[in-house]
């Protein structure tokens, strides 16, 4: 089966060089347990491979055989601008890897199909203030999913697609679509997937969720990483457990993997330690 790396060279080489093609992967995450330093440094390290590959080779090493890096790596936002989440990334990661490594990712704001229905003035959200033309030709679109949807079809395909976040879609239920509209529509973001022949990458906050909120939103996608914090003593960690994921989760089994150990360091998102059964 071909592979796409996750950009965290360590996991990619235990699962196989990477996720399945076709796959939807959900990074659900305690809030600051890794999930989204771990979409930024796949991002950033899926686009390194295109425009530094000495820099790549560096901080992420060899590719294992079968895997193939994206044609393109798109980051999608609901809320914020390419800016702020650049600059958010360069906190994690050191500025170098950054700006190789986002100098072609495209970046896709949504922010406006987001929040043109809500409360939020117009100019916080757009450089420039709506006029009764703008409103004219904005109300009447379609909402956000769809807007997100129409992208997806357009550019998924053989691609890398990071979505920061589905945790905005969840908290805009009940306003532009219901809970079981959103699981029904991530599903057929699952089947899509499979025949795009890339990865998507939904990031979510699991700290908003009900345990039973969350298990939907599993059981849609075609893989789970749960980031977590763990304590012990005087000390707090943080870990990775792969959940679910066809023809993935076999692999770790076969080698009595239980959970990963991880840290952030100036390459971004990083396994320290392999837990294994005993």
Not at 59 to 81: A, I, K, N, Q, R
Not at 149 to 160: F, G, I, M, P, V
Request: charged share 25%; proline share 3%.
């Amino acid at each position: 089966m071909e592979r796409l790396p996750l950009g965290i060279s360590r996991l990619d080489r235990m699962i196989g060089g990477g996720a399945p093609t076709g796959s939807v992967v959900l990074l659900a995450g305690d809030s600051g347990g890794g999930a989204r330093e771990f979409c930024y440094t796949s991002a950033v390290m899926n686009g390194l491979a295109a425009t530094d590959s000495e820099l790549f080779d560096l901080h992420y090493g060899d590719l294992e055989p079968g895997t193939t890096v994206p044609e393109e790596v798109h980051y999608v936002s609901f809320t914020d601008g390419r800016e702020a989440v650049v600059d958010e990334m360069s906190v994690v990661i050191d500025d170098e890897i950054v700006e190789g490594g986002m100098t072609d990712v495209e970046f896709v704001d949504l922010a406006r199909e987001y929040f043109q229905l809500t409360p939020v003035p117009t100019e916080w959200y757009t450089d420039q203030p709506a006029d009764l033309t703008d409103l004219g030709e904005y109300t009447g679109n379609s909402n956000v999913f769809e807007a997100f949807a129409d992208y997806l079809t357009a550019h998924a395909s053989e691609n890398l697609v990071v979505v920061d976040s589905i945790t905005d879609l969840v908290v805009s239920v009940d306003d532009q679509l219901s809970w079981e509209e959103l699981v029904v529509a991530l599903k057929g973001l699952a089947r899509a997937s499979h025949q795009w022949n890339g990865v998507v990458l939904l990031l979510v906050n699991a700290d908003t969720l009900t345990p039973t909120q969350l298990g939907r939103l599993k059981e849609a996608a075609d893989g789970t990483l749960r980031f977590e914090w763990e304590s012990g003593g005087s000390e707090r960690a943080r870990t990775l457990v792969v959940e679910q994921f066809r023809s993935v989760l076999s692999r770790l089994e076969d080698e009595n993997v239980a959970r990963f150990e991880t840290e952030i360091h100036d390459a971004g998102f990083d396994i320290s330690n392999v837990r294994k059964i005993r």
